[in-house]
């Protein structure tokens, strides 16, 4: 297990290099120049002069190498540069809306866990029943709806209608519900089917088949017996949709106005900030290495097989 653990760890680590390169290399090849912006910005009539003095500031007069060299050094340790719309450090704009984003792509994993969780076993519990119907209905629903049209309509429902739940802003408890719900809605949709057909799978084994004879009882068996043979199944789809849920807070964050990463990033784009951009696309494709590599692990330890395999 142990040589795994390093093995993925140094496949990260690859990646890592090769995505710093990939984000280094699209802002570089963007079109226009960086320097006439940020004089612009400094001056509205910034002169030859003016631009000439910012080319040599932000290090554009250098080879390329060495001017990714100093990037991903500076990167390293936090320094992502100066916001060319605000000129703000955007290594302490990450810092101070990192927990924000955190905050919303947490609960919205906590809610499409134990969405998908209620729905799959609701479906299993009461197979091809009228449950089993109305869950797989309301999955495929969930499943075609985009984040947008959902995050809308529980504005509308529970914070224009009902008043029970504010607009925006993050201030308290119930300022959180309903961003966490429209970002887990669609992802409890998509996983509740992983269980759902996963546990059919499990249930039409012949081992199951034998736990029945002996007198136990469906739920039983789904719990103790089918459940843990679908962990490593569920657990790769969880990742994935964790994953798809940073996507989805470009979208979520602003409509409830909420300051995260997503909303920087939108707004880097907005206004051609590259050094934003930048470092918005390294944060964004570190964790989605990072989250792949601990679900690798994850899917390891619950599955047997697996670790047979790695021995």
């Known amino acids: 297990m142990t040589a795994f653990i390093v093995k993925r760890?140094?496949?990260?680590?690859?990646?890592?290099?090769?995505?710093?390169?990939?984000?280094?290399?699209?802002?570089?090849?963007?079109?226009?120049?960086v320097a006439i912006l940020i004089a612009e910005l400094r001056t509205p009539t910034a002169t030859k002069e003016d631009i000439a003095k910012v080319a040599e500031e932000i290090g554009l007069n250098k080879p390329l190498f060495v001017r990714y060299a100093d990037w991903l050094g500076d990167a390293a340790i936090g320094d992502f540069g100066v916001s060319y719309k605000t000129g703000e450090e955007v290594g302490a704009s990450l810092r101070s809306r990192l927990s924000v984003t955190a905050t919303l792509v947490a609960g919205g994993a906590v809610v499409a866990f134990v969405l998908s969780l209620v729905l799959g076993f609701a479906g299993a519990f009461a197979a091809h029943r009228l449950p089993d119907h109305l869950t797989r209905g309301l999955a495929l629903l969930g499943a075609s709806t985009p984040s947008f049209f959902v995050g809308a309509l529980l504005v509308y429902a529970f914070s224009v209608s009902l008043r029970l739940f504010p607009t925006f802003g993050y201030d308290g408890l119930a300022s959180f519900i309903l961003p966490w719900l429209t970002l887990g809605f669609l992802p409890a949709a998509v996983l509740s089917r992983v269980i759902r057909v996963?546990?059919?799978?499990?249930?039409?084994?012949?081992?199951?088949?034998?736990?029945?004879?002996k007198g136990f009882s469906r739920p039983r068996i789904l719990i103790r017996d089918a459940l843990p043979n679908i962990a490593p199944t569920y657990l790769n789809a969880l990742g994935t949709q964790v994953g798809v849920m940073v996507v989805g807070a470009v979208v979520v964050e602003p409509l409830f106005a909420w300051q995260g990463i997503a909303d920087l990033f939108l707004t880097g784009v907005r206004f051609r900030d590259f050094m934003v951009v930048q470092a918005c696309l390294l944060i964004f494709i570190t964790f989605f290495i990072i989250l792949n590599v601990i679900v690798d692990i994850a899917m390891m330890l619950t599955d047997p097989r697996q670790r047979r395999q790695r021995t």
């Open 9 to 33: 760890a140094r496949n990260a680590v690859i990646l890592l290099f090769l995505a710093s390169l990939l984000c280094f290399t699209l802002v570089v090849s963007a079109p226009g120049n």
């Open 198 to 213: 996963g546990l059919e799978e499990v249930m039409a084994r012949p081992f199951v088949q034998t736990a029945m004879s």
